[in-house]
């Protein structure tokens, strides 16, 4: 499990299409303190482990989640938002996010307002529904509250700080981004189904 609050920015350094895709991911955790086996959220992603060194660790990806994901559009050099498993104890700064993404959405519009920017994003028709105002959502691994709705599009304001501390400061029109509805969101979806 996850909060969604990113705590590293790691970089692709390299990639390996074996039968399934490796990927290595210089970090700045101490990786001494990170075991073989550990889950690390990468881009919102859980991953686990397969080897460390120094400064990187290298994480073995099923064409499942490659097929799911926007994994598929790594590249060396690609910075990626990075977050160790909760510890209990650990302080819940965003929401439960468990690193199974849904989907991917897309980034249709990106705007000034003050000092933020909104970002506007569109779901997958069959994700849409499990987004509300002022709900929660990670977008690649970001704990994130939508600020509103249209049919299939949200948006999302994000302040300086996030901008500074995660991948979004790169954000662009056409990214596509790897979308964890909210848990509770979905639970309830079913509970209504069956009633």
């Known amino acids: ?80 938002n990075l977050e160790r498993a909760l510890k209990v104890g650990d302080e819940l700064g965003g929401h439960i996010v468990s690193g199974h993404v849904d989907g991917v959405a897309e980034v249709v519009d990106l705007r000034d307002e003050g000092d933020s920017t909104r970002v506007t994003l569109r779901a997958p028709k069959d994700l849409a529904r499990f987004i509300a105002p002022k709900g929660s959502v990670a977008l690649n691994g970001t704990s994130l509250t939508v600020n509103d709705v249209e049919g299939c599009d949200f948006g999302i304001n994000f302040i300086p700080h996030t901008k500074e501390v995660t991948t979004w400061g790169d954000v662009a029109v056409g990214d596509r981004v790897n979308l964890e509805i909210d848990t509770l969101a979905r639970y309830v979806a079913r509970l209504a189904e069956t009633v």
């Open 1 to 80: 499990m996850f909060t969604g609050i990113v705590t590293d920015i790691g970089t692709v350094t390299e990639l390996d299409q074996q039968g399934d895709l490796r990927a290595r991911i210089q970090t700045s955790y101490d990786t001494a303190s990170i075991d073989i086996g550990a889950s690390i959220a990468s881009d919102g992603v859980c991953l686990t482990v397969i080897a460390l060194g120094d400064d990187w660790y290298d994480v073995q990806i099923s064409a499942e989640t490659v097929s799911k994901t926007n994994l598929n559009s790594w590249a060396l050099g690609k910075r990626v």
